[in-house]
Each structure stands twice: as structure tokens, then as C-alpha cells.
């Protein structure tokens, strides 16, 4: 047995140490998940890349001046979730900037030409309008909400999510990668992923590291977020993601977390984690990605034929074939699955049960498979 002790003193294995870490990581992910590593094939809709925080890693936002700070239109999202429909995608992926019009007239403006007050007002047409007029289904990632927005969204998308990003206050402090943005107080981003599991939406966070955190303030944040699915049982998937150092970014000359963080952070992740909660890693930010196999992962998360990762633009998809080939010389396959989880499709809600049973099979991942 491993316990949640040994996890915390578990910041300096290597060799046989981590070796075991992974071992036990691995029994539990078999138990529960199979020889099964699920993907959700989607387009990436970045509806406003304006924000009101400037997260010191970040190189998706843009602030006014910056001729690319921008709003799509709704011809624009409609034209991209098109286009992924053609190319077999079912997860329409909504990632923006948080509440631009706060901060910026610039945003105010350009919302009002839409017809809107505020991003999250157009957040819900605009997902309303992928599911009345394409099969995709609207996953929303648009950082810290109130429960009132969590329940408008949650009546136009299967699944949202926020990374936790980390427990520590201290990542708020000058010099941290945190300072300054009103959205990424730790204390606010638990009560939005509480007022999801108060309002039954699966909810996909995670943690991001390798960004000044201590390994206890890893441990730390999947607790916190361990003890909110326990409450409620709504965290679907947790994603454990290194930080990627940006040129023109306040952390560009960060040290990136090493591969062995990230071996050793997933199999705490999988011990620390109810098993039920998927084990989620991206596999275009680090060569190497099938070695997260061996640390217990279960899931690649998104990944597009038809657009880039906005948030890691440098960083492109493996190719299927290659993902597939690369998770069979492992022992494991390669399936793909919805937004939503298996688990969580009988409980969605009236607007979606009608898209969502189009797309899922009786198993409750998708029916057409692309995994080539
Ligand atoms: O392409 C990306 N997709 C990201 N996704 C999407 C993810 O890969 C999956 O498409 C969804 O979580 C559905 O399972 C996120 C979703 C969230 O709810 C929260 C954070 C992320 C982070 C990323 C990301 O950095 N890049
Ligand atoms: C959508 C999520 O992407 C993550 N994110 C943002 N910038 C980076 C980066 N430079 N490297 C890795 N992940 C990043 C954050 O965790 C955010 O919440
Ligand atoms: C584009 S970053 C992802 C969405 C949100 N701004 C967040 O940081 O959580
Ligand atoms: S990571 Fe999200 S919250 Fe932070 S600056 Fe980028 S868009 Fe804004």
C-alpha cells in the first residue's frame, strides 16, 4: 500500500523509488481504467484571446494595441466547428481569455457591437449556436465563474473546466507567475469548481507545474481537488500539465520541469486521485509522452486534425497514427471518447441528451471511431 504520507515524502525518489511510485500509479489505473487510453477529438475555439489577468506563462492572451487582441464572430465559430464536423470532431473546446470588459473599454466595445455585455453572455450563444446548428458538443473553458454562470453555461455545454492551476497563495505574490490576476486566486477557483459539483456538471481541472510551486503544494492542490469530487463526485478527469516557457512571456527564461517531474507528479496524481476520476496528460508537450503510459495516465485529452493547440501554438499534435502506434507499443489502445465521460452521460442535461446519444455508443464513447 501506498499511502497519501508516502506521496508527500515522495519529492526526492528516483531509481527503485520512483520505479515502485509508477508500479503502484499503474495497478490502480489498470484496475480501473483498463488497457485503454482514451483521446476526445475536437476543434479549439479560442472566442476571445483579450483577459483581464496576465498570467506570467501565458501566451494565448492578447491586450489591446496588440492588433491580434480580438473576438471571433459568431460566422467565425461557426465556420471552425464546421469544419471540424467534416473532419469527424465531436468536442467543440471554447478556451478564452477571463472577463476582458472589466478591464479594457476596447472589449466593452466589441461586445457591444455583438449585441453583448459581457464574455460570458456571448460564451452561452455562442455555444448555443455550435449545438443547434452542428453535431459538436461545447466544452467550456473560460476560467473562474460564478455559480450563476455555471449553471447558464451548463445548460448549452456536456462538460466545463478550469485548471486549478495550484493551492498556493504564494504564486500570487510579486515576481510570481500569478500576480496581479484577479482570476487565478486559488480560493476562487475551488468555489467555481464546488459550484459545478453543487450543480452536477462534469468538470475537468488540473494542475499546472513547474511554475515556482513546492512539491507539497502539488500534493496539496489534488487533495483540494480530491475532496471537492468526494463532496460531489462531478470531477471527471484532472490534467496534470508542465509549463511550457514562451518567448516574450514574463517566465520565458523559466527552467521547464523536467520529464522525471512529470513521471513522478502523474503517479502521485493516480495514487492521491479517487481512481474514478480520469488521469489526463497532454501528449504534445514533451517528445517522450509515452512514457506518462507507465506513470498511470488513462487520457491524451483533446487533440484537433483541424486546429492548433492556441494556448502551446508552438507545440503540434503527434500525429493519430503515430499516438495509436506509440500507445499499442506500450501494451495499451487507443479509443476515443466524447467531452463527457462515460459515467457522466445518463446524468446530462434535457438539451443534450439528444446530440449526446447521436455521438456515443452504447459504451458511452464514440461511436465513429478515428484512432488512425
Ligand atoms: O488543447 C488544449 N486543450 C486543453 N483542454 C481541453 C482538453 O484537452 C479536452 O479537450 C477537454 O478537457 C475534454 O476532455 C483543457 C480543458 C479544460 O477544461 C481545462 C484546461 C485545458 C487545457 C488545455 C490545453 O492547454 N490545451
Ligand atoms: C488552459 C491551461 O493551459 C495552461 N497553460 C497556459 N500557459 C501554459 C504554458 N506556457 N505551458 C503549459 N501550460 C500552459 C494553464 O494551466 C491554463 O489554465
Ligand atoms: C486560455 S487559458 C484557459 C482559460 C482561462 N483563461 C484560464 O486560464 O483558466
Ligand atoms: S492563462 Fe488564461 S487567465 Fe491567464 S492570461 Fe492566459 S488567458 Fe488569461
Not at 520512483?18 to 503502484?24: E, F, H, K, P, S
Not at 483577459?51 to 487582441?69: E, I, L, M, S, W
Not at 472589466?102 to 449556436?129: F, H, M, N, S, W
Not at 517566465?251 to 480520469?278: F, G, Q, Y
Request: proline residues 6%; aromatic residues 6%.
Amino acid at each position: 500500500m501506498m499511502t497519501v504520507d508516502d506521496v508527500y515524502a515522495a519529492d526526492r525518489v528516483s531509481g527503485a523509488g520512483l520505479a515502485l511510485l509508477r508500479q503502484r500509479a499503474c495497478e490502480i489505473r489498470d484496475r480501473h481504467w483498463g488497457r485503454e487510453i482514451t483521446y476526445s477529438r475536437k476543434v479549439f475555439i479560442p472566442l476571445t484571446n483579450m483577459c483581464r489577468n496576465t498570467c506570467g506563462y501565458c501566451v494565448f492572451v492578447k491586450h489591446p494595441g496588440d492588433p491580434a487582441a480580438n473576438y471571433l464572430t459568431p460566422d467565425e465559430v461557426l465556420d471552425i466547428a464546421r469544419r471540424g464536423e467534416r473532419l469527424g470532431c465531436k468536442e467543440a473546446l471554447f478556451s478564452l481569455g477571463e472577463r476582458p470588459e472589466r478591464r479594457y473599454p476596447e472589449a466593452v466595445a466589441i461586445l457591444k457591437e455583438l449585441g453583448y455585455a459581457t464574455t460570458v453572455d456571448y460564451l452561452v450563444d455562442a455555444c448555443r449556436l455550435v449545438l443547434e446548428h452542428t453535431s459538436l458538443i461545447p466544452h467550456v473553458n473560460a476560467g473562474t465563474l460564478t455559480e450563476a454562470e455555471v449553471e447558464r453555461l451548463g445548460g448549452v455545454s456536456a462538460s466545463m473546466g478550469m485548471m486549478l492551476e495550484n493551492v498556493s497563495k504564494r504564486l500570487s505574490k510579486p515576481g510570481m507567475p500569478h500576480h496581479a490576476c484577479p482570476d487565478k486566486a486559488p480560493v476562487l477557483r475551488l468555489r467555481t469548481i464546488e459550484a459545478a459539483g453543487r450543480l452536477g456538471v462534469p468538470f475537468t481541472t488540473g494542475i499546472l507545474i513547474g511554475i515556482g510551486e513546492t512539491w507539497a503544494e502539488r500534493i496539496d492542490s489534488l487533495i483540494a481537488i480530491n475532496d471537492i469530487h468526494l463532496r460531489h463526485g462531478n470531477v471527471q478527469e484532472v490534467i496534470v500539465q508542465n509549463f511550457r516557457a514562451k518567448p516574450g512571456t514574463a517566465m520565458a527564461e523559466w527552467m521547464e520541469p523536467s520529464r522525471h517531474e512529470m513521471l513522478k507528479t502523474l503517479a502521485a496524481a493516480r495514487i492521491v486521485l479517487d481512481p474514478s476520476i480520469s488521469l489526463q496528460a497532454p501528449p504534445n508537450l514533451d517528445g517522450e509522452f509515452e512514457d506518462y503510459i507507465e506513470s498511470g495516465i488513462n487520457d491524451w485529452g483533446g487533440i484537433s486534425p483541424l486546429t492548433k493547440d492556441h494556448i502551446n501554438p508552438e507545440r503540434a499534435w503527434p500525429a493519430l497514427g503515430e499516438l495509436s502506434r506509440r500507445t499499442a507499443a506500450k501494451g495499451y489502445r487507443l479509443a476515443e471518447r466524447l467531452t463527457v465521460y462515460p459515467r457522466y452521460l445518463a446524468g446530462c442535461r434535457e438539451a443534450l441528451v439528444g446530440p449526446l446519444s447521436r455521438l456515443a455508443r452504447a459504451d458511452g464513447l464514440a461511436r465513429e471511431q478515428f484512432t488512425s
